[in-house]
């Protein structure tokens, strides 16, 4: 049974750091696309991280590039989303999906 499962989120002041995780059960996170995407409060949905293992590739998008990066553990199967200079702007939900399997995302909310 394919389970996504993600945790980390919380609240943070701007410029500070949060590391998400999204654990992963009953496939290889190496032979998929794993991707980390967010959801603003007015419902935008955003791809912000690829991470395909096995190919060695990896794509940030050009709103967090600089700031964010994603990694993996592949001991764990556990696919991470390391958040810095966080602006109030990157408020969201963030989901990690492989392909139609969505974990329940992670609030994150960056405030004063």
């Known amino acids: 049974q394919v389970r996504l499962v993600e945790s980390g989120g919380g609240l943070v002041q701007p410029g500070g750091s949060l590391r998400l995780s999204c654990e992963c059960s009953?496939?290889?996170?190496?032979?998929?696309?794993m991707n980390w995407n967010r959801q603003f409060p007015n419902d935008e949905r955003e791809l912000i991280t690829s991470l395909f293992i096995r190919h060695n590739v990896k794509n940030i998008a050009g709103s967090v590039e600089g700031r964010f990066t994603t990694e993996a553990d592949v001991v764990k199967n556990t696919v991470y989303l390391q958040m810095n200079s966080l602006r109030p702007s990157d408020t969201a939900v963030y989901y990690c999906n492989r392909g139609n399997y969505w974990g329940q995302g992670t609030r994150v909310t960056v405030s004063s």
């Open positions: 009953g496939f290889d996170i190496q032979d998929y696309y």
